[in-house]
């Protein structure tokens, strides 16, 4: 849950084009296990940046346009480019994954084969970058 809350947070202030503090530390976002270490405090976290997280959305009018995120690290810069849209399609979509995560490990373990997934293994063939512009979205 921790995860979802804090990515929620990330992904809207990218959208919003929002700086983030310098120096950039993945341990200081406000929504961290540090932070929210009971299920309580992610959900009083949440309940606060919901309604932020949907005015991002709903003010989103140009779909289109590119924002940049700098990220000022002590040691160095890390530069994320994205369309604002595409920001809000992972926002909308980023917990229906997770969610889809959970059901599959739940349907597989309610078969008997959960201790049986480690043999499950899936060979990833290098991808060029024809191939990978193909799967971009547009």
């Known amino acids: 849950m921790v995860e979802l809350a804090g990515t929620e947070w990330w992904l809207a202030m990218r959208a919003r ?4 503090p310098i120096p950039f530390s993945w341990d200081d976002w406000p929504i961290t296990a540090r932070t929210c270490p009971t299920f ?3 959900e009083r976290a ?3 940046q919901v309604p932020q997280t949907r005015a991002t959305l709903a003010g989103i009018t140009d779909p289109d346009r590119v924002v940049e995120t700098r990220l000022i690290h002590r040691d160095q810069v ?3 480019t994205a369309r604002r849209g595409d920001l809000a ?3 909308l979509m980023h917990e229906v994954h997770h969610r889809a995560q959970a059901m599959g490990s739940a349907a597989i373990r309610d078969r008997g084969a959960g201790s049986r997934l480690h043999l499950l293994r899936a060979e990833r063939a290098p991808r ?3 191939a990978y512009n193909q799967w971009r979205l547009s």
């Open 17 to 20: 084009e929002e700086p983030f």
């Open 40 to 42: 309580a405090d992610v």
């Open 46 to 48: 949440w309940r606060v």
């Open 78 to 80: 890390t530069i994320y």
């Open 89 to 91: 399609l992972q926002l």
């Open 128 to 130: 060029t970058t024809r």
